[in-house]
């Protein structure tokens, strides 16, 4: 039987964790069949009180502290604090089924060898409602999945924008420390929206020769937060969706795909860049302006990563993506771009 440890990272939203673990609580395999981990990262003090009287209550929870931001920081910690097979990944957000555990250990149990990560379904509940402007197509950009079935992911069984959320996403621990764990130069950080950390770890495992597999039976419920139902939030997300996707390409040392698919981005931003006129509140010409905002994240972190004179724009970015003087992503050298494996269907913007 695979041992399991829940992994829940937050930053100063406790109102979330309680309606989290109370999800955990009444799990069908009952508290002594896993244990929780909750990483509180660089909350308030008051957070801090809050959390542990949470955690307290709970006998096989515990509560760990990371001072460094962002959500990989914190997931790392909860790997290397842990001596179970598999890390089950939570954000806090987000609220298990009762049979979550019990679907994951079956999922685990039906394959020889055990998966290298393992992701699920992500279905929504709305803090208010979807606005009818919203493209359904843009609905994964609330972490949200709903597609019912099972299969590899980047294979025919699945389709090709399906990727593991860590959201939901359950990660055997010890090829994850193997790997070095999730990216700390990606994922949230005061106010930018860069992603895919937890993509980038499911492709590695899998380029290693594990399986990364998708089944519909694990799943959670996702809170998606009011504050993102305007269209200036969803422009802001898919703007750093298309950073993410040029950082997540090199950081696999493919860089190759970015330049194979940079002029269809800069072609894509040449057509619609009337579209910026438009106030960013307003929903007028959204079908423009959202493929706008993600052609332009695209090409202005294709740029930056390249260059080595940069304009006063490019300086100015430059400035934007640096936290603590560690870089978001590394500055490759131009010669590096070669002998780069072709592009899977699975690198498609979610």
């Not at 890390?87 to 019990?102: N, Q, R, S, V």
């Not at 929903?283 to 905002?293: D, H, S, V």
């Amino acid at each position: 039987m695979p041992s399991i440890t829940v992994c829940l990272v937050t930053h100063d939203r406790p109102h979330y964790v309680r309606s989290c673990l109370e999800s955990l609580r009444t799990q069908t395999v009952g508290l002594d069949a896993f244990d929780v981990i909750v990483v509180d990262s660089c909350g308030t003090a008051e957070t801090g009180i809050a959390l542990r009287s949470m955690t307290g209550a709970l006998p096989n929870a515990r509560l760990l502290r990371v001072d460094r931001p962002g959500a990989s920081a914190a997931r790392n910690m909860g790997a290397e604090h842990s001596n179970s097979d598999f890390l089950a990944y939570l954000d806090d957000d987000a609220m298990a089924a009762p049979d979550w555990i019990e679907q994951i250990r079956a999922v685990i149990q039906e394959h020889d060898p055990w998966p290298g990560v393992i992701g699920g379904r992500v279905l929504p509940v709305w803090e208010q409602p979807l606005p009818d402007w919203w493209p359904h197509s843009l609905r994964g950009v609330l972490s949200i999945i709903e597609w019912e079935g099972s299969g590899e992911y980047r294979s025919p069984a699945l389709p090709v924008t399906l990727e593991p959320y860590g959201v939901n996403m359950i990660v055997q621990r010890r090829p994850l420390l193997d790997i070095g764990g999730f990216s700390d130069g990606l994922g949230r950080f005061a106010g930018l929206l860069l992603s895919d950390e937890d993509v980038q770890v499911g492709w590695k495992l899998q380029d290693r020769g594990y399986s990364a597999w998708y089944d519909s039976r694990i799943v959670v419920q996702h809170q998606i937060q009011g504050n993102r139902m305007n269209p200036e939030w969803l422009l802001n997300r898919l703007y750093w969706q298309g950073a993410s996707t040029v950082a997540t390409r090199r950081m696999l040392g493919q860089p190759e795909q970015v330049w194979r698919e940079f002029p269809r981005r800069m072609l894509v931003e040449l057509l619609t860049i009337f579209s910026d006129l438009v106030p960013k509140d307003s929903i007028r010409l959204l079908p423009f302006r959202w493929r706008l905002a993600y052609a332009r994240g695209f090409t202005r972190m294709a740029l930056a990563g390249e260059h080595r004179k940069r304009t006063l724009p490019g300086r100015a970015l430059r400035a934007l993506i640096w936290r603590d003087g560690t870089p978001i992503i590394p500055v490759l050298d131009i010669g590096a771009r070669a002998g780069i494996t072709p592009p899977s269907p699975g690198d498609q913007p979610r």
